[in-house]
């Protein structure tokens, strides 16, 4: 079964003096037979959080530490900045980010419906006929 790994299971595994290291150590470690991935642009927004927070240096960690994962990284398409968008509008209420939008939207396409995170967003969500399917949620 595929899992989507968010940002901050990605960015708390890596910084070991975030609250949620631990957990999101252990999430991970638990995904060793499962397809993981993660979308580029989640992968980005780690980086960028990391340079902001503790320089270019543990970005450039995080960045290469990936690399040398299992972690598959999807590339957002055309088509899922479409639906993502449609996402968005449906869900203004929520003002749902770019980055959540896309990993939805991504999720729909490829079938996934469990994903690794601590973003309550990924609990609100709804998609298929009705809205009415939920995501499973890893945290």
Known sequence: MTVLV???????????RD???SRAVSILSGLADTRAFTTDLVLMEGWMVLRRHDGWHQAMRFWCALRG???AIESVLPDD??????????WADQEFDLVDCTSFAMMER????RAATFDK???VFRYGP?????????S
């Open 6 to 16: 968010d940002t901050n299971v990605l960015v708390a595994a890596a910084l070991r």
């Open 19 to 21: 609250a949620s290291h």
């Open 69 to 71: 994962t299992a972690l």
């Open 81 to 90: 900045l479409a639906r993502a968008e449609a996402i968005a509008d449906t």
């Open 110 to 113: 490829l079938g996934c419906r």
């Open 121 to 123: 967003d990924f609990a």
């Open 130 to 138: 009705d809205r009415r399917h939920a995501f499973e949620i890893l």
